[in-house]
């Protein structure tokens, strides 16, 4: 409870006296409050009514939060001149109002001074100056709702004949509040799937390329296997490679083979949005809450509430930031900006980076906490010049998407032109493949694709131009090595075993220093 005026300022109105008055009132009370569909304005008419149905100071409706296993007091109010008080939670043992709704049996309690448990309740009821109050179940056949209290600022104010009639008076209440929570979660569920709606037209809008993974080379059926065994648990997942590998492709088959396939699927690149931005864009923000909030606005992680979220280039997260993400991994929670609101939400979470985090931990540029909750089951893409046997099935794919797509004619793609691409090194990794792809469709007039192969010894060159003197070294001797052993780079008889070295620090030395198979 909540002292608001001093007790001259509160006199009780005179409730109906006989029987029958107070059952015509009641049935007045259980006409106007049945047609309200919003809990304050359902409160505020019960408030204003109840004093002529009962002799009260105060009445308070507690509703139980199964979310956090508490009673929340939604309103204290009667016959005094205060505003609703709203939002007070309220342990189950703390409060008459949570034995009530445990038990299912009401309480009455002639004389305050008298009684010892709920002191926290019972110390406020002293501040208003309360002599006696009772509490009755707030039940539908439904469900439980909570408890509704009636406090009186006389000794023994309630008799066991008044608990019974209150308990009649507490019963179309609980059907109007059952009616105004429903109307409430489902006016809420419309105004998620309208969002969800919008977002899902506008993620049809965009150009999402390639929507299947293409190869067959080892290192991917590896990265498969292990999509295959994380997919239908709801653990947090971070996906490691270079820029261009298909990261994003990864998360949403996660996704697609999770039990939350049917939900929405959010993503957000951490690092294509400013700064100042980037905490509305995750969490939301009320109207006003920053110069431009004009409105309402729910982040992304309310949009994909019982379905997965997906943070591209998550190590771009400022520093201020990580903590409220990490809260959210933790306890599914958080408030939009502006707001002190708690929103409670499902979700699975996916990261990608092309970042080294453990690094960045080591540098303290990222928090060591965040970086362990987002590492649980780490799934690391290669980059495509490690697996260089699925490069002719990706231009082939690429090829044939995008013909279609510009209604060309072609047929065949040269094997020259396959055995070029296949040894180049690729640092754009796929998504440079298939740039070069769509722009030698552009180029190509005939059957056969015509692919501007000066493009990739440009980019070659380039790599070697700003060598020193011991790296020219090292190139020739790599270079003698392929040589040798006829461009064979793995194997018992190939270049890697000869210089010493694992197959991919090989490849990875070849890009480096520019070195492609010539024609």
Known sequence: MVHTTSSMDRSPISPCETLAERYQALLEVAQAISVHRDLDELFREIAQRLPRVVRVNFVGLSLYDPIKNMMRLHTVQANVPADLVGGHEESLDETPAGLVWQTQQSVLVPDVSAETRWPKVLRCMQED?????????????ARRLGAMGFVSLEKEAYSETDLEFLQQVANPVAVAVENA??????????????KEKLYLEEELRLEHGFEDIIGDSDALKQVLKQVEVVAPTDSTV???????????????AIHRLSSRSERTFVKLNCAAIPTGLLESELFGHERGAFTGAITQKAGRFELADKGTIFLDE?????????????????????????????????????????RDLKAMVEAKQFRSDLYYRLNVFPVTMPPLRDRREDIPTLVRYFTQHYALRMKKNIQTVPAKTLAILSSYAWPGNVRELENLVERSVILTQGTDLQVPISELQVASDSAVSSMTALEEAERDHILRALQETKWVVGGAAGAAARLGVKRTTLQSKMQKFGITRPE
């Open 129 to 141: 100056e309360s002599r006696s109050f009772c509490f009755v179940p707030l039940t539908t056949g």
């Open 314 to 354: 998550v190590g771009e997260i400022p520093q201020e930031l990580q903590s409220k993400l990490l809260r959210v991994l933790q306890e599914q929670e958080f408030e939009r900006l502006g707001s002190t609101k708690t929103i409670r939400v499902n979700v699975r979470l996916i990261a990608a980076t092309n």
């Open 181 to 194: 929570l429903a109307f409430q979660e489902i006016a809420q569920l419309k105004d998620k799937l309208a």
């Open 238 to 252: 971070l996906i490691q490679g270079e820029t261009g590998t298909g990261k994003e492709l990864i998360a949403r």
